[in-house]
């Protein structure tokens, strides 16, 4: 039994770096193989038209980024491996977590916060070339999380705020309509040390300083070649703290090899024969994985093929989870049984209730209850359910005054105070 729901996703912006590959596809496709997990990989391409306005590169890093984690080991019949745009649920979600969400909590975004200091620093408007694309951002990646009812979301640090305010919609939404979802928590991979890129600095595509996962085996050496090192020549000892060479060596190595590297270091290795072991040791866990992406990516429509039959898997859990999600906002078809009397609003106590009822003499009657089921007050017979409807409604728009107005179609069967409370209480609730 798959007791473990964890689920992540990957902005299809660009090409998976060997940072990438470190810190996040290497550790979920690890976890995914654990009995107890019930994994959920996606790629999000939703999220990256917030920032790609080209249509031929969210293509082309959709099935990069696809063809990376299959060839990387996802084995899509053992995970739910997706495209976010294959699933229409995911931006319906969108809009009912939208209506739930402070815009307040949005404007504390990082992201967007960035954005709009950065564009005060220049004395522009605030919101200057900020699209509401980027602001939605963390709505969208809720639905994500929530539509599958994760319980760990594995992420890079910067992503946390994003986990946390899918917890802060979850919960709202919850208050507001009964328990749907699960509160999400984020998973860092503490013990993951962002690998330096070729000039040191975190490896990142804004740095401009990555080396790709799947580049052919002679570029790779070429870029490896080119990674940064200090002026020692051959023979002098060198520094492992703050050797990016090392580093990348270290996220590939066991320990007894980084070991080894060390004492290289500390007899001199010259940094041409550093570098050659750290290209020999990547292409040991590289080349065979090149391999199969090499296949892959020359057959698209394997991958395609493999996306589609990963959303109907996801889609057997969010289509009929949106049908609940749709009825428990109201969204409902209107020839269906209110399943429930209207929720009470938290803080007051259980609302009384009108009830239509038909009797042996073939008139129509209504009551009004107490919470508890006591008859407040009940109507005179009418000819029709529609005249009993009607008064109702009178009932519930004017209050305790309709009271009066009404009294010959009326009998109280309490107290008149506890009536006319009934009746307030239901007339607040009405407005
Ligand atoms: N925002 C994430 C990133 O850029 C990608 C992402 C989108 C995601 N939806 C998600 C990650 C849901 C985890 C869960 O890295």
Redesign the pocket.
């Known amino acids: 039994m798959k007791t473990l729901r964890v ?5 299809t912006s660009g090409t998976p770096h060997l940072g990438n590959y470190v810190g996040a596809i290497r550790p979920t496709v690890r976890a995914s193989r654990l009995a107890h997990v019930d994994s959920f990989y996606f790629l ?1 391409d939703y ?1 990256a038209l917030i920032k790609v306005g080209e249509p031929a590169r969210v293509q082309r890093s959709t099935l990069e980024i696809a063809a990376t984690w299959l060839a990387c080991g996802l084995d899509p019949e053992q995970v739910t491996f997706y495209r ?1 745009s294959d699933i229409p649920e995911i931006p319906e979600l969108t809009w009912l977590l939208t209506c739930v969400t402070g815009k307040g909590l949005l404007n504390r975004a990082h992201a967007y916060k960035a954005s709009v200091d950065k564009n005060s620093a220049a004395g522009l408007e605030p919101d200057d070339g900020v699209t509401a694309g980027l602001f939605m ?1 963390p709505v ?2 809720a639905a ?2 929530l539509m599958f009812n994760a319980h760990k ?1 594995p ?2 640090r910067d ?1 946390v705020q ?1 986990i946390e305010m899918a917890r802060d919609m979850a919960s709202s939404f919850n208050h507001l309509y009964g328990e749907h979802f699960t509160l999400p928590e984020a998973e860092i991979e503490a013990h993951v040390a962002t690998l330096p890129g070729l000039d040191g600095r975190k490896m990142s595509k804004s740095y401009d300083n990555t080396i790709p996962l799947f580049v052919p085996r002679d570029q790779l050496r070429k870029l490896i070649m080119g990674i940064v090192t200090d002026s020692r020549a051959p023979g002098e000892p060198k520094d492992t703290e703050g050797s990016a060479l090392f580093q990348i060596y270290q996220a590939f190595a066991s320990t007894e090899e980084t070991a080894g590297l060390a004492k290289a270091y500390d007899d001199g290795i010259a940094w041409g024969d550093a570098k050659q072991l750290l290209f020999e040791r990547l292409e040991q866990e590289i080349a065979p994985m090149r391999t199969v992406y090499d296949e892959l990516m020359n057959d698209p429509a394997r991958i395609e093929r493999t996306l589609l039959a990963g959303a109907e898997k996801a889609r057997a859990t969010s289509r009929p989870f949106t049908a609940r999600l749709r009825h428990a906002v109201g969204l409902r078809a209107l020839d269906s049984q209110p399943v429930q009397a209207p929720v009470t609003k938290p803080g007051k106590s259980a609302a009384p209730v009108f009830k239509q009822y038909r009797e042996t003499d073939g008139q129509f009657r209504f009551k009004l209850l107490d919470a508890k089921g006591s008859v407040l007050l009940q109507s005179i017979g009418f000819a029709s359910p529609r005249e009993a409807a009607q008064t109702i409604a009178r009932l519930r728009q004017d209050g305790p005054t309709a009271l009066t107005e009404l009294q010959n179609l009326l009998e109280n069967q309490a107290d008149t105070a506890l009536v006319q409370a009934a009746l307030a209480h239901l007339q607040e609730d009405h407005t």
């Open positions: 689920l992540t996703g990957i902005t999000a999220h976010q951002y969208l990646m994500d999380i979301v992420v890079g992503q994003h």
